[in-house]
């Protein structure tokens, strides 16, 4: 394994954090996590700690790094920038990603671990939403399989709509499950593998709530079918419309400003 001093401080610093707030960790089948070779590592996405919990748990099992998916937006701060590109992350054009896609697909066939979050954005239900096909697009073209992983609890660190105070993070139950290694063959309808990795996905999450530790009725972290008080999925997707129309309202401001000024 080749040296890279960036990435293993960055997990350094990952595992700092998580020891000082005392996370406690359950895996689940990490040895379905390929110790050689490439394979698209798909993943829930309630929190925005997911990508660092589960390189985690994967570096904990047999020292592995993932090289993540990221937005496009995340690269636009110049020392975040050279962060992300120092560790190999791949910057994705929400609007245009076929040169994510092509060097995701170069990544993977040079034997990396790429992660992916199907669903594009972070589910504010807590349940999971509607994939795009690009996790099974990307193992078909580079013929390696793709590793379905759900995380519970990751959330209640850090996710959307939501101010947690540091004495709610404390000793949190997080709970991880990698599931067998899905193959995906270029002949494969897309639609249908990524309805596949779908079902998969929702049996393990389905699994580690109900070996969850912690009662969440009532809770906010809870999805609302299980007895929790977070937002349905319509009344997410509702709210995520919102706040995209409003960014969309912000970005047309700041273009008429900069066209009056370049006037």
Known sequence: MTREPVYTAAIGAGRAMFAALSVRRTIRGAQHLPDTGGAVIAMTHFGYLEFALVEWATWSHNRRRI????????????????????????????????????????????????????????SASFTIRDFKT???????????????VAVWGG??????????????????????????????????DPAVATA???AEMERLLSELQASYPEDGA??????????GTAPTPEEAAAAD?????????ARARAAKAASKQRG
Do not use: C, Y
């Open 134 to 148: 690009g996790a099974v697009r990307l193992a078909a073209q580079a013929g390696v399989p793709v590793i379905p």
């Open 67 to 122: 090289r993540f998916m990221a937005k496009q937006s995340v690269f636009e701060k110049p020392v975040v920038r050279w962060l992300m590109r120092s560790m190999r992350h791949i910057p994705v054009n929400m609007k245009a990603g076929a040169d994510a896609f092509a060097a995701a697909a170069t990544a993977l066939r040079r034997g990396e671990l790429i992660g992916v979050f199907p669903e594009a954005g972070v």
């Open 241 to 249: 419309a919102a706040r995209e129309a409003r960014r969309e309202a």
């Open 218 to 227: 009532g809770q906010w972290w809870q999805p609302r079918e299980l007895g």
């Open 155 to 188: 959330h209640r660190l850090l996710t959307k709509n939501r101010k947690i105070r540091l004495r709610e993070r404390l000793g949190i139950p997080v709970h991880f499950a990698f599931g067998e290694p899905m193959l995906v063959s270029p002949d494969d």
């Open 196 to 198: 596949r990795l779908k």
